[in-house]
């Protein structure tokens, strides 16, 4: 007797009982085409699993990467890269340039149209992510398999010319990072976290550019407390650990209210919680009033005061 499949309820002789029968190329053949038809239509004409996913605009796993998306050039608030340092150019020296990656050898040019590597560069994750895992990365002519060890929680990326345009760590079996199209060319997959904002909090939790902008007069208050200047400096988000200052303290002024600057001799985090942190600057011995009211503030325009919490 003939039977009909259980997804697709397509139509099945039974040799045993139906061995006998004139073979029916509408029942047998033609409709069941097109059930099979009826059912990959809503994929596109997808010939993979990406391809599919694609299609669908589901099934696409988190990223656990932070600021992977590396085209535009990171030139400004809202374009990809997040670059608080704002790094440009050709970079050679090792360690961090764009913010959550650091240049571990050779050299890597930040582009419009991605990261141009001939080196290695790396992310180290805050905690393991299992065993199972999908390490890609796009570059502009397709997918290449990368290396994370989840015991140093370390995703590397190692290229010989190539530009990456994205990169992807995901929990599992197989990419979700891009696809090829009809023409063969190489599509992301649309990616559950590509905010801008979303990626520069999840960057401030590491790195904090907290820079007054002399062009608007900005600064922060505090108060002298012996030979220190102390300043709580408002955060967007809470920093990951108690960060270290990275600056020079020669280009920063504390501008005693009433009276006159003086340059720290060094500039440090004291303290630090929900949305705040607490800075000490270390003031020459100038006879000033104990509690008087201070402001902290660059002496030059190309000044930069970071807060990193970096791994």
């Not at 029942?27 to 099979?36: D, G, R, S, V, Y």
């Not at 988190?62 to 992977?68: F, M, P, R």
Request: glycine share 10%.
């Amino acid at each position: 007797m003939s039977i009909l499949t259980k997804v697709l309820k397509l139509f099945c002789y039974d040799p045993e009982t139906d061995g006998a029968n004139t073979f029916n190329i509408p029942k047998a053949l033609n409709e069941n085409w097109e059930k099979i038809d009826a059912a990959v239509a809503p994929l596109g004409g997808a010939t993979t699993a990406q391809a599919a996913l694609a299609a669908l605009g589901a099934g696409v796993r988190l990223n656990e990467l932070d600021n992977a998306y590396f085209v535009g050039g990171g030139t400004g608030w809202g374009v990809f890269p997040v670059n608080q340092r704002g790094v440009s150019g050709t970079i050679s020296t090792p360690g961090y340039f764009i913010d959550r990656w650091k240049l571990v050898s050779g050299t890597v040019q930040i582009t419009a149209a991605g990261l141009v590597l001939n080196g290695t560069i790396a992310q180290i994750l805050p905690s393991s992510i299992g065993s199972i895992y999908t390490a890609t990365a796009l570059t502009t002519t397709g997918i290449v398999t990368l290396q994370y060890d989840d015991v140093s929680r370390t995703f590397t990326v190692t290229g010989t010319g190539q530009t990456f345009v994205f990169a992807k760590l995901e929990r599992g079996v197989g990419q979700t990072a891009a696809y090829q199209d009809a023409n063969g060319e190489w599509q992301q997959l649309p990616q559950l976290e590509r905010d801008y904002a979303i990626q520069l909090e999840n960057c401030q939790a590491y790195l904090l550019d907290i820079t007054p902008d002399r062009k608007f007069n900005e600064s922060y208050v505090g108060f002298v407390s012996g030979e220190d200047a102390i300043f709580m400096v408002p955060t967007p988000t809470t920093m990951r650990t108690i960060p270290i200052v990275i600056c020079n303290p020669s280009q920063i002024q504390i501008a005693i209210k009433g009276a006159f600057y003086v340059t720290p001799i060094s500039v440090s985090v004291v303290t630090y919680g929900n949305n705040y942190v607490t800075i000490r600057c270390k003031i020459p011995d100038t006879g000033l009033t104990e509690y008087a009211v201070c402001d902290f503030r660059t002496a030059e325009d190309e000044s930069k005061v970071l807060l990193s919490a970096e791994l």
